[in-house]
Each structure stands twice: as C-alpha cells, then as structure tokens.
C-alpha cells in the first residue's frame, strides 16, 4: 500500500505495481505486478484499505470431523486490498456445541480486538480455528459476534458449490475462490506489500 508522505505519481506506480524511480529491482523484492482483470473475476488489489464489510447472499459452509460445522446465506464478507474475502457466519448458523474458547487474541487496526474459537468434532480439535470480534470498531457492525473461519484448519470449505483454498501463509484467514485474482499477500516475499 502506498503510504501517506508518497507522491500521487508513485502511489499510482505502487497501486499498479510499477517500479518507480530509483525502484528498478522492486520486482525482485516480490511484489508482482497487478493482474489484468478478466471477466467475471475481482482482483484483490481493486479492493480497500480500510476494507469494506458486505453482506452476501453466497452459500457458505464449513466442515469438520465429519460434520457440517457452519451453514449460511447470510454471511458478511470482508474485503481488503491484497487478500482474498473473509467470510464471517452469524453465530447462529454456526453449531455452538463444537465451539470452545481458544487461547488466541490478536487486534486489527480497523477492526478491533478478536477472540479466537477453536473447534472440537468427534475427538478432533483444531485450535483457534476461528475469530469473532465481539465489539468491533464503528463500521464493522455487521460482523459483531460473527464467526470466520480458517480454511486451514477446517476440513473442507465452500462458498456455493466452490471448495476454497486458504489464504497463502497462516496467519491471514482469506479464502481463495476461483472468481478471486492475486496475487494475495502471505505468499513467500509478501510482508513488504
């Protein structure tokens, strides 16, 4: 992201992810070039900073240890330049009794402090495999006390009739559709970005 003391010129090269000048080997650093869009598809570098929560009328599920963990049509996704959508599931469409409270706490700058949930299924247990924020910050309303889920820790995830892949990395809960473009922050090379 470009930050506050750039000019307009080397936010734009930055936004499109040019070199600018005197930045001849920012390539090298890794950071990609933007994608070109193609249809039907969103870039996750079209999308804010603060990110933005939508509601979605998308099919979400999640599964694990054998059982149908989380089922909705009325999740709130978030997006964020440079990461794939987190989707967050009301607490009601999630089956509380393979919920436990997990040990992770971690603060998003826009979002607020989160509590972390981890999931036992039939003698499995996957640790902070979801967070909620319960009192998020004005403007992320539409997630308080919603879950979102790792896809990394689940099972299997969906979005309708899509199995996701997680977010490259693992601390980043995004999932990966084939309706979504990168390159996503949490690969290799990425933490500059």
């Not at 001849?24 to 070109?36: A, L, T, V």
Request: hydrophobic share 30%.
């Amino acid at each position: 992201m470009a930050g506050p003391g750039l000019s307009r010129e080397a936010k734009n090269f930055r936004r499109e992810g040019k070199s600018g000048p005197g930045c001849e080997d920012n390539k090298s650093e890794g950071r990609p070039e933007r994608p070109r869009l193609l249809m039907n598809k969103e870039s996750v570098w079209d999308y804010p900073r603060p990110p933005r929560a939508e509601p979605t009328s998308k099919r979400i599920r999640v599964y694990f240890g054998g059982e149908l963990v989380a089922d909705t049509s009325r999740a709130v996704r978030v997006l964020e330049t440079s990461h794939p959508p987190v989707y967050y599931i009301p607490r009601e469409d999630v089956r509380s009794e393979f919920l436990k409270p997990g040990t992770g706490r971690s603060f998003c700058e826009f979002k607020g402090s989160a509590s972390y949930w981890s999931l036992e299924v039939n003698g499995k247990i996957a640790e902070d495999a979801a967070w909620s924020y319960e009192s998020p910050s004005r403007g992320y309303e539409l997630i308080r006390g919603c879950l979102a889920f790792y896809a990394s820790k689940a099972d299997e995830c969906f979005v309708d009739e899509e199995r996701v892949q997680p977010q490259p990395g693992s601390f980043y809960g995004g999932w990966v559709t084939s309706d979504i473009v990168g390159p996503f922050k949490g690969i290799p090379g990425s933490a500059g970005w």
